[in-house]
């Protein structure tokens, strides 16, 4: 059996999903089309980016039902389109920020994405996704939509350097939950392994 036969169904998963995005936000599905995405069966995730290229773990991605897969295909291409992994890298290699950083990153990509799912089909969803009006919760930060993902780091940081407690800034996010962890620094790169293609996107961004 070719490595191709053993992800076929993975491998049509991704490229039926994007078909059916093209159709109904053609912005991201072209953007997904021309992406590279490959299998990492090593991913805690089911699904991640590094601003770069998708990585889908095949164990995982098989779990989520149709619409949890289209929802976490266009999530990851917001964080791209964002360019999350790029902007947020610094406070994702601090220890003390990456669990915030990852959902404040979560919810500024699901910000754009309450334009294509409504709140009803969002409701369905298994997997629990920050919003907006998460971080406003859970860090008592107002306008969180009208803010970049910076700006709201640096309101956090400021308010824990002010409060002498910079290095216990996680202790609100404790009792929030798992967080899937789906973007990596954009200096992160699978480029050494050999890599199983799902989509290929254009010839010059392989790799890169």
Do not use: C
């Amino acid at each position: 059996m070719s490595n191709n036969d053993e992800y076929f169904d993975v491998i049509r998963d991704v490229k039926n999903i994007i078909g059916l995005i093209m159709i109904k936000e053609p912005f991201i599905g072209l953007f997904l089309k021309r992406t590279w995405i490959y299998i990492d069966k090593e991913s805690p995730s089911e699904i991640y980016t590094n601003g770069k290229e998708i990585f889908i773990n095949p164990a995982l991605w098989r779990r989520l039902n149709e619409l949890e897969k289209t929802f976490e295909l266009i999530h990851v291409a917001m964080h791209m389109i964002l360019m999350h992994p790029t902007r947020l890298e610094k406070y994702m290699r601090d220890p003390n920020l990456a669990i915030i950083t990852q959902i404040v990153a979560d919810a500024k990509a699901n910000q754009h994405l309450t334009n294509v799912f409504p709140s009803t089909t969002l409701e369905r969803l298994r997997i629990i996704r920050p919003m907006p009006e998460t971080v406003e919760k859970l860090f008592n930060i107002r306008d969180v939509e009208k803010k970049s993902a910076e700006e709201i780091m640096e309101e956090l940081l400021r308010r824990a350097r002010k409060g002498g407690s910079e290095g216990d800034i996680g202790r609100d996010v404790k009792e929030y939950g798992e967080v899937n962890k789906d973007v990596k620094g954009s200096s992160l790169s699978n480029k050494n392994q050999n890599l199983i293609v799902i989509n290929k996107g254009d010839p010059q961004d392989q790799n890169i």
